[in-house]
């Protein structure tokens, strides 16, 4: 069984910029979730997909857009890149059935600094 | 909105020996699961455990446990015979209706050699 992943690893980037950052979902899982986590803080919600569609949202600007593919594997997509952008971004698939919520498994993240 | 509170920033602990670290949460909400992640310095998210609201006995795993009090909205982690490698921060975190997860804060759990 193949974990989730994530790429790339690190990512540096300047003010202004755009960046999308990767996750291939656990094998088997339909479902994927993108989090930020700020230095010293716990993960902040910023949306999930859900068989391609989003399937909810986090207190995040529309500058922050994902896509779902039909391998279930995703992108998370940041325009006009801001200094409080850096962070861990973690993204964490599950399987849901019929909407029926499973548990969410994390891959290593993406280290996003802004400059 | 839900919320989740951890009130230890840091802890420690000798190896062999047992700590709990404290959980509290608030909702209005009757079905649920909580869970405990942790996330050691190579920074990936690792379940530890989780529990269904539903479900009155506390969920163990292996040296993981957890006390889970529905009405006073509390949900303790317990580490038994701590080792080296259980070194991390542990984030508690919350699952109601939506498909999010609320996470506290996180605890620094160090144990001591």
């Known amino acids: 069984e193949t974990g989730v992943t994530q790429s790339p690893t690190h990512l540096i980037k300047t003010r202004g910029q755009q960046v999308t950052l990767r996750c291939s979902s656990q094998?088997?899982?339909?479902?994927v979730s993108w989090y930020q986590q700020a230095l010293g803080q716990g993960p902040q919600f910023i949306f999930q997909y859900y068989r391609e569609e989003e399937n909810g949202r986090g207190n995040f600007p529309p500058r922050f857009s994902g896509l779902q593919f039909p391998n279930y594997s995703s992108e998370l997509n940041v325009n006009a890149l801001e200094l409080d952008d850096s962070a861990l971004y973690l993204c964490?698939?599950?399987?849901?059935?019929?909407?029926?919520?499973?548990?969410?498994?994390f891959g290593p993240g993406t280290r996003l600094t802004v400059l | 909105a839900q919320t989740v509170t951890q009130s230890q920033p840091e802890m420690s602990v000798q190896e062999a020996e047992t700590v709990t670290l404290s959980c509290t949460y608030d909702?209005?909400?009757?079905?649920?699961?909580l869970f405990w992640y942790k996330q050691p310095p190579s920074r990936q998210m690792i379940l530890v455990i989780r529990?269904?609201?539903?479900?009155?006995q506390n969920a163990t795993e292996n040296r993981f446990s957890v006390n889970f009090q529905k009405a006073a909205k509390s949900f303790s982690l317990k580490i038994s015979d701590s080792q080296l490698g259980d070194t991390a921060m542990y984030f508690c975190a919350f699952q109601g209706g939506s498909e999010k997860l609320v996470f506290g804060k996180g605890t620094k759990l160090t144990v001591n050699p």
């Open positions: 094998s088997g899982h339909n479902t």
């Open positions: 964490a698939s599950s399987l849901a059935q019929n909407r029926v919520r499973d548990t969410q498994y």
């Open positions: 529990q269904e609201a539903y479900k009155q």
């Open positions: 909702t209005s909400e009757s079905n649920y699961y």
